[in-house]
């Protein structure tokens, strides 16, 4: 008999609940399915905003791809395991969190409801999950560390060219309660996005998500007149410094000279590029292709994790993104060497059906189906997912050996 502690029996618990619920004739407020729950996102949000949200480079060919990866892999279940106790939790960075799932850094979420980051901050408080903010975010880093309360929340940088804008953030995040530091690598230009240049519309030029450049001190002592007074003028120059292609590995060794923070490295896909991550001494990387919004045509974040895990895994911590609907998805990349996976566009989906109720509601039903998945696979906790858990599936659906 297994002597591990249960943390959660939340998958039964949401079951018995929805079921019930059924039985008075009270439907789930948002769709469980991932497709229908992306669709009623898509009826409630204009075209612009839906663009923005559910687009990617060029042809989404890499989004496609992302999702075809989960499907290669086939989870193995075994059998009279002694799975009525489960544990969830895991520790990332030195701090155990309830589960092997966090709230991935989305910004400019005005466009998607009018609480934005805000109600994201209340829906990880409520269900005890951490959060990474994005850097673009349209309420400020301190307004959502308020409304989150003590719960682990980490702060993602987009590193732009301006260094005195880049220190004050880093600073403001420390200060702000933000335990770790996470550094986007794969947006130092942006991509080609049909969807968004066939509308003409990218949300910084309105000004939406950038509360966190137009209260920083740095960023506001570099205009001519304050963005309130003169909001043109700071989105032009927001515009002109927001990214830096000419970022190379030995910049970092300034960026970590900033901070006593953890430092984990976003955007990661290649094995020599994860190996000079461990050289540099950060922390952690996230294998991650930008949901595919980035490069059109690119490897699959899960195909490239079992790379990246082999060279590294025993060097720094290995968080994933890009492509997550399911408990399936979750227990298949920390298989492959994640341990833990960011939650991106799903959340996003119920953000804009319900604000903060909604994006807890549909991280719950993710988080309820992780814990029943684990279990129906003979597993009681994160730590018993690893590679031999999985088989690889050929093209015609058959299981081929594991390359």
Not at 14 to 40: F, H, I, S, T, W
Not at 181 to 195: C, E, G, Q
Request: charged content about 25%.
């Amino acid at each position: 008999m297994s002597n591990r502690v249960s943390s959660s029996s939340v998958g039964m618990e949401r079951q018995v609940e929805m079921y019930m619920n059924g039985l008075q004739g009270k439907m789930p407020d948002y769709p469980v399915d991932p497709g229908k729950l992306r669709q009623a996102a898509r009826d409630v949000l204009d075209d612009r905003a839906w663009g923005y949200l559910d687009g990617g480079a060029g042809s989404g060919d890499t989004m496609s791809a992302n999702r075809a990866a989960f499907r290669r892999w086939r989870l193995e279940p075994r059998m009279l395991r002694g799975v009525e106790n489960r544990d969830l939790t895991v520790q990332v960075l030195g701090t155990d969190i309830r589960a092997p799932m966090l709230f991935a850094p989305i910004g400019v979420l005005s466009i998607i409801h009018e609480e934005a980051e805000v109600a994201v901050a209340e829906a990880a408080r409520r269900l005890e999950l951490p959060l990474v903010l994005s850097t673009a975010s349209s309420r400020s880093m301190e307004e959502v560390a308020e409304a989150q309360g003590d719960g682990t929340r980490w702060f993602q940088l987009y590193w732009g060219k301006n260094d005195n804008v880049t220190a004050s953030m880093v600073e403001r995040a420390e200060a702000a309660g933000y335990s770790a530091l996470v550094v986007t690598l794969d947006t130092t230009v942006l991509s080609w996005r049909d969807r968004d240049l066939e509308n003409g519309y990218l949300p910084f030029l309105e000004g939406e998500g950038l509360g966190n450049y137009f209260g920083d001190p740095a960023f506001r002592e570099a205009l001519e007149e304050p963005p309130e007074e003169n909001p043109t003028q700071a989105i032009l120059y927001f515009a002109s410094m927001f990214s830096n292609p000419g970022l190379t590995w030995g910049d970092l060794e300034w960026l970590c000279g900033l901070t006593d923070l953890p430092i984990v490295l976003k955007g990661i896909l290649s094995p020599a590029d994860a190996e000079r991550a461990a050289d540099a001494g950060v922390d952690g990387i996230i294998v991650s292709n930008h949901g595919g919004r980035q490069v059109d045509g690119a490897v699959a974040a899960l195909d490239a994790l079992p790379r990246v895990a082999d060279t590294v895994g025993d060097r720094l911590e290995i968080f994933f993104d890009s492509g997550i609907r399911r408990g399936s998805d979750i227990l298949k990349a920390l298989a492959l060497g994640a341990r833990a996976v960011l939650v991106g566009r799903p959340y996003c989906h119920g953000l804009a059906l319900g604000g903060a109720e909604g994006a807890a509601a549909v991280m719950l039903n993710l988080l309820s189906d992780l814990d029943l998945t684990l279990g129906l696979c003979g597993c009681t906790g994160m730590d018993e997912m690893s590679r031999d858990r999985l088989l690889r599936a050929a093209s015609d659906g058959s299981i081929a050996p594991d390359p």
